[in-house]
């Protein structure tokens, strides 16, 4: 006895201890936007050449090289909104008698055959989901592509109470979208991948138990 109890906390203790697992956004997309290099020009002693910028003496300190950082102001919102019902009805009858059995008067007996069926469901469903996020977050230039676009990538953390939040942000940005103070607005991201997790008591919390979870899973009804 002492053993089966023994072993039941151990599985309950187990059951209770949750492993977060965080996605980090995949940015291997970027592979579709390479392109060979530049061919570098030869030197002749000019201060121009074919593939200087006619501007790079006059450039101010905005981002633009791997490496740079740019911050990422993310606003973001979304909403959805789902109905749906179902309802089926089947009902059947069936009623045969026998008059007489093997060409003989079937006498006292009766073997008549009487059935009912009827069967009906109705279910209905509705989704309502809302979300926003407001936050900031600085990215590094990971890549410049030929045409000058930048793929950015960044994380920010923030652990206040063992409460772990995790803010993940790539994505494709032109140059012209960076402002002045090296700051681009989420709306601007192509390919934008924004991702917010967290880990701790509270996020755990929000989700139902291991026992719940495997009950759900193996209810037939």
Known sequence: MRFILLAFISF???GCSQKVQHTIPDISYIEDYEVE????????????????????????????????IITVRVVESSSASNTGNVSTSRDSSVNMGVGSIFGKDRG?????????????????????RADSITATVSTRI???????????????????????????????????DIDANNTVMSSALADAQIMYTGSGSLAASR?????TRILNTIWPF
């Not at 570098?40 to 790079?56: C, E, Q, Y």
């Not at 953390?157 to 790539?170: A, C, F, G, R």
Request: proline content about 5%; aromatic content about 6%.
């Open 207 to 211: 989700k139902p138990g291991w026992g």
């Open 37 to 68: 290099p530049r061919d570098n020009a030869s030197v002749n002693g000019s201060l121009w050449t074919d593939t200087t910028p006619t501007s790079i003496y006059f450039l101010d300190r905005k981002a633009r090289r791997t490496n740079d």
């Open 142 to 176: 990971v890549r410049v592509l030929n045409n000058g676009n930048m793929v950015l990538q960044g994380k920010r953390e923030i652990m206040v109470d063992n409460e772990k939040q995790t803010l993940y942000v790539s994505g494709v940005v032109r140059p012209e």
């Open 108 to 128: 006292s007996i009766n073997p008549a055959i009487d059935a009912n069926s009827s069967n009906s469901f109705a279910g209905s469903g509705q989704l309502q």
């Open 12 to 14: 309950s203790l187990l």
